[in-house]
């Protein structure tokens, strides 16, 4: 069974990036110790949806020189034009079900939704996304790119797990029933 899981960092007060989009501040914290369980979870993965500006974040500024999910089918989702590029797949289709049908005919398994923000809330206001896996950095931004902005729809979740690792926060949700 395909699940749809957000799997994504942001600060104490909420945000996901700063202003300019950069997210250096994730870098501020020491790597803890156990690790938090990145590469098990990438491992489970049969896809990765993000949107056009992570995309274009990752190619540009976080990895310029190598794509660093090669081999693993990702899917873009944009309304801009981009040049070709063999590591992933570009779609135009609203980010839905459309989107979700087409990856879960091709992939049986684990879908990551990387972010950004945008295309976070876009799938969540259609309920799509199965698991909520969120690490609460030690640091207070006070303004950036919220995870979750002002008079966003009620959402319902169902908490799975919390712990410390390290000084990093994390909550695992999944949908829940109740609407």
Not at 64 to 88: I, L, S
Not at 158 to 164: E, G
């Amino acid at each position: 069974m395909n699940q749809l899981i957000l799997y994504i960092a942001m600060s104490l007060d909420g945000y996901i990036a700063e202003k300019d989009g950069g997210i250096g501040f994730l870098d501020e914290t020491s790597s803890p110790s156990p690790d938090l369980d990145y590469e098990k979870f990438y491992n489970s993965l049969q896809a990765i949806i993000l949107g056009g500006k992570t995309y274009r974040q990752i190619k540009n500024e976080i990895s310029p020189n190598q794509w660093p999910y090669e081999g693993m089918p990702c899917y873009v989702c944009t309304r801009q034009q981009h040049p070709y590029d063999p590591n992933v797949q570009f779609t135009s289709l609203p980010p839905g079900q459309q989107v979700l049908d087409l990856i879960s005919k091709k992939h049986q398994g684990n879908i990551w939704l990387m972010g950004g923000g945008e295309i976070v809330r876009c799938f969540m206001r259609e309920n799509l996304i199965d698991k909520y896996y969120i690490y609460i950095m030690p640091i207070v931004l006070g303004n950036g790119i919220l995870l979750f902005p002002p008079e966003f729809p009620k959402t319902n979740l169902k908490l799975m797990s919390s712990k410390n690792i390290g000084e990093i926060v994390e909550l695992i949700y999944q949908k829940s029933d109740v609407l």
